[in-house]
């Protein structure tokens, strides 16, 4: 055969291979990104994985096209095939066919030119399912996790705000704030919530959930407001309890002695220990014969208190630490715990104790002063004075004062100044906003050199 | 089929296309304005196939077959069919004569049938019986009477011819008959310029004399090229699709091919395909047949051999009709390509 011809066929040929293999890659590629789309969606409606994987699935596109092309290729009309469609579409009359069955080369002159055949595809269906998997499998990795879920009828993932509720259920069933069969009914109530939990109706579980961690949260609050009561009264019962026991073995006269037991029983009982949420033991027998103290018994009482301090501190610390009460509380609770030196005190009470009408006032105040020494009547305090150093204020922004600059000089004249009739309003201090009566309660600024006029102006015949 | 034993080179080829055309010029000379039945007619003779000629009085069909046989120099007879003629009209019969002992005997008178190139003139007037008398010199080139066979004179050719519109008194050809005809061909009225010429130049009508003819020797020199014009396998597969889908259960068989046809074409259909692509294969100079050679060939080959249901009567659809749709319609290699993708004509670089 003429060897344009030969190549021309062989031209044919390839080409038309690599446009049914790349045609043949494109559909698998687009049927690749649908299905790829549909796993993407579907793992995202289970709750499976993250999306890396997922968009690592894309990729796959790569080894499916090039198999698709493999197989478009096995598959491929056979070469005498299409000999005889270039035969045919040359015009050649079958003796381009006839190579097949011997050398044609005679015939070369008598056969139309070799023309390359003309391929055409009409790839607009093909391309454009293409983009349109690639927008699928691209809307499923972008598509916001709202949806998602609303796809999943049946799951809402609470599982980790279940257990935190149940962990903080348990720490106030300890700590005996809430009563044993209320925290079995929580436990209940949240099992439930957890199984019927509704990706379709997902504010019914979160409304109830947020109802349970405020209740929670509500009791831990008021333990823990409880809790900073109680401290602060243990902890002025523990100074004054010290106190009075560093005084007696000073020499502390008997009458002072037990007026201040008196009072320290007095405070003991209004602190009203067992009451509450918080129940603190102190010892019956030591509080009803607290006028007669005598050391052993105060160590014993102290001993107590601090027992009952210290547990406070713990309760304070776990509701701290489960954020059932936020670190403010939990700062003055510590705060409130803490003794001052009460060997002052001691002192005090030793050289004019018997001068002192309350003693619980006065452990009550004790280590309280404060950088502005308090009022005047305030009760003394024995302490050093706070340091300024390091204390920081509040900074407050002041309105800009009036400057004369800003100032616009309307006129001079001799007469009275004419007072306008519209309201005048002040614009700064504690009269911000209020508007003047007639003019009367408005202020003129009077320039220096005016203020002999205006004396002048107002002057009265005596 | 049988396969040429070497593909014929242009040396080999161009006596047998020089025979091709002085026929066909002197063809083209005698008889005015059919240039294309001519080829098909002497594609016809090339295959060594029958032909029915097809058309209305005094268009020259007997002066064609006259032609032809003055070309060849081949003997010529014509038969006119009548419905009273007999078998033995054709075929021939055997008298009583006396010898020359005095002793009688029957001694075989040969019929016209007895020729090279033999014209039934007016073939559907005669009687079924006498139409079967062709079955067998149609088919097996003899005639067997009295458990006598008798081969007819190589080549034969039957050339007959029939008026389509006077159907009264008239025999439709059996299917058996009429398949055993090569071509069918429709003679066509010539336009005025033919006409005029014909009014010009032939004084009453008169041909004019072959000035060249051909001898046995030439025609056995084409018969011999037309053995070794090739046919490709893929152009012998579309003979054959072609022809499988001419039938109502083909595979692929056009949507009006399975409402009008009753029956398809015969296997003797696709041979004679095969062999008149060949013969116009030659005809054009080309050692191969080709996807052309089929499909000018296949609607003279077929439009006779489809025979149709009332349905496609009673919708005014012919055979013509339905083996252009279907030519039209069958894609010649196969090529079994997506929908979305076609192979457009070459275009010249």
């Known amino acids: 055969m003429n060897d344009s011809h030969a190549r021309c066929l062989r031209a044919f040929v390839r080409r038309l291979s690599a446009l049914l293999m790349f045609r043949g890659a494109v559909r698998w590629a687009a049927a690749w990104f649908y299905l790829w789309g549909v796993v993407v969606l579907a793992a995202r409606v289970a709750g499976a994985g993250g999306a890396s994987w997922l968009v690592l699935g894309l990729l796959g596109s790569i080894p499916v096209a090039v198999i698709a092309a493999g197989v478009v290729w096995r ?9 005889a469609e270039y035969d045919r579409l040359n015009g050649c009359g079958g003796v381009v066919m006839s190579e097949e069955w011997g050398d044609m080369a005679a015939w070369q002159s008598r056969i139309p030119m070799p023309a390359l055949p003309r391929l055409q595809w009409r790839s607009a269906g093909a391309m454009g399912s293409l983009g349109l998997s690639a927008l699928f499998v691209a809307g499923a990795l972008l598509l916001p996790e709202r949806l998602t879920m609303v796809a999943d009828g049946g799951r809402l993932e609470v599982g980790q705000l279940v257990e935190e509720l149940r962990a903080e259920v348990k720490i106030l069933e300890e700590e005996q704030l809430l009563e044993e069969e209320k925290a079995a009914e929580l436990e209940e109530q949240l099992e439930r919530l957890k199984e019927e939990s509704s990706g379709l109706d997902p504010n019914r579980t979160w409304e109830a959930l947020d109802h349970l961690q405020q209740a929670n949260s509500d009791l831990a609050r008021q333990a823990g407001e409880e809790a900073l009561a109680k401290m602060s009264a243990l902890t002025r019962s523990e100074v004054l309890t010290s106190a009075l026991q560093a005084a007696a073995e000073a020499g502390l006269g008997e009458e002072t002695a037990t007026r201040a037991a008196r009072d320290l029983a007095g405070m003991l009982e209004a602190a009203k220990f067992e009451e509450g949420l918080i129940d603190l033991e102190l010892p019956e027998d030591l ?3 607290l006028e007669g103290l005598d050391q052993e018994s105060m160590a014993r009482l102290l001993k107590s208190i601090q027992f009952n301090k210290e547990r406070l501190g713990k309760l304070a610390g776990k509701l701290a630490q489960l954020k059932l009460i936020d670190a403010e509380l939990l700062a003055a609770c510590e705060k409130a715990g803490k003794c001052p030196n009460t060997e002052g005190l001691a002192a005090f009470l030793c050289e004019s104790g018997g001068d002192c009408d309350s003693f619980s006032a006065l452990a009550a105040s004790y280590g309280r002063g404060g950088i502005n020494r308090g009022r005047g009547d305030a009760p003394m305090a024995w302490t050093d004075p706070s340091a300024e150093e390091g204390a920081k204020f509040k900074e407050e922004i002041l309105p800009p004062a009036m400057r004369w600059s800003d100032a616009q000089l309307m006129g001079v004249s001799r007469a009275a100044p004419d007072q306008s009739g519209d309201d005048v309003v002040v614009e700064h201090g504690a009269l911000a906003g209020a508007r003047g009566a007639g003019g009367a309660a408005h202020s003129q600024t009077v320039l220096p050199r005016h203020q002999m006029a205006v004396r002048q102006f107002f002057a009265r015949e005596e | 089929m049988t396969e040429p034993s070497a593909i014929l080179t242009p040396e080999e080829m161009e006596p047998a296309v020089g025979l091709v055309r002085k026929v066909l010029d002197q063809l083209d000379r005698i008889l005015l304005g059919r240039k294309e039945l001519h080829r098909l007619v002497f594609i016809g003779i090339l295959s060594k196939g029958h032909v029915l000629l097809e058309g209305l009085p005094g268009l020259g069909k007997t002066a064609l077959v006259r032609t032809v046989g003055q070309i060849l120099r081949l003997q010529f007879k014509r038969i006119q069919f009548t419905p009273d003629l007999m078998p033995g009209d054709v075929l021939g019969t055997h008298i009583l004569q006396e010898t020359g002992s005095g002793q009688r005997e029957l001694v075989f008178q040969p019929g016209p049938v007895f020729t090279n190139l033999l014209l039934a003139d007016e073939i559907n007037r005669a009687s079924p019986k006498t139409q079967s008398a062709l079955l067998e010199t149609m088919q097996e080139n003899s005639v067997t009477l009295l458990g006598t066979t008798r081969p007819l004179p190589q080549p034969f050719f039957v050339l007959a011819s029939q ?184 275009m010249k670089s």
């Open chain 2, 163 to 346: 008026n389509p519109i006077e159907l009264e008194g008239t025999y439709p050809l059996p299917e058996a008959q009429i398949d055993r005809f090569l071509f069918r061909l429709l003679f066509d009225q010539v336009d005025a310029e033919v006409l005029d010429r014909i009014i010009s130049e032939r004084r009453r009508g008169e041909l004019p004399a072959a000035d060249w003819q051909m001898g046995p020797a030439e025609l056995e020199q084409l018969y011999r090229t037309m053995d070794r014009i090739y046919l490709p396998r893929p152009v012998a597969r579309y003979i054959a699709r072609l022809v499988s889908a001419t039938h109502p259960g083909g595979a692929e068989a056009i949507e009006a091919v399975t409402r009008y046809v009753s029956y398809g074409a015969s296997p003797r259909a696709a041979i004679a395909i095969a062999e008149a692509a060949r013969g116009h294969a030659l005809i054009h100079g080309r050692p191969s047949a080709g996807f052309e050679d089929v499909q000018a060939v296949a609607q003279p080959v077929l439009n006779h051999r489809l025979i149709l249901n009332y349905q496609a009567r009673f919708d005014r659809i012919s055979a013509t009709q339905l083996v252009r749709d279907l030519i039209g319609r069958l894609d010649e290699t196969g090529l079994k390509l997506p929908g979305d993708v076609r192979v457009g004509t070459a």
């Open chain 1, 75 to 83: 598959r491929q009309p056979a070469f005498n095939t299409l000999r």
């Open chain 1, 287 to 289: 509080l009803s014969e």
